[in-house]
Nanobody, 122 residues
Framework: QVQLVESGGGLVQPGGSLRLSCAASRRTLGFSNMAWFRQAPGKEREGVAVIAMMLGDTYYSDSVKGRFTISRDNAKSTVYLQMNNLSPEDTAVYYC???????????????WGQGTQVTVSS
């Protein structure tokens, strides 16, 4: 069974920081890439960042570039999303995903976590 479990969401003030974690089953590590997506009410899923699990190559959406950092710890089967300088526009449910392609296109991913809510508000 492949399972992804997100954690670390919550309420944070504008300008604050938050770190999300995604714990993956060992089988998930057989996929080359893991990514973070987000979905706000009334909006479609938006790709946030992707990381190649072997060599650590990363790619970010323009909306988070310079503020968010994706990283992984293969020994712990965990991927992280460090979010800095958060704004209300970052409010969304954040999902992690695992797949075979290096992309932030949601349809290319095979496995998804349940999501964790991030709310940025004063």
């Amino acid at each position: 069974q492949v399972q992804l479990v997100e954690s670390g969401g919550g309420l944070v003030q504008p300008g604050g920081s938050l770190r999300l974690s995604c714990a993956a089953s060992r089988r998930t590590l057989g996929f080359s890439n893991m990514a973070w997506f987000r979905q706000a009410p009334g909006k479609e899923r938006e790709g946030v960042a992707v990381i190649a699990m072997m060599l650590g190559d990363t790619y970010y959406s323009d909306s988070v570039k310079g503020r968010f950092t994706i990283s992984r710890d293969n020994a712990k089967s965990t991927v992280y999303l460090q979010m800095n300088n958060l704004s209300p526009e970052d409010t969304a449910v954040y999902y992690c995903a695992a797949g075979r392609a290096f992309t932030i296109v949601a349809g290319s991913y095979d496995y998804w976590g349940q999501g964790t809510q991030v709310t940025v508000s004063s």
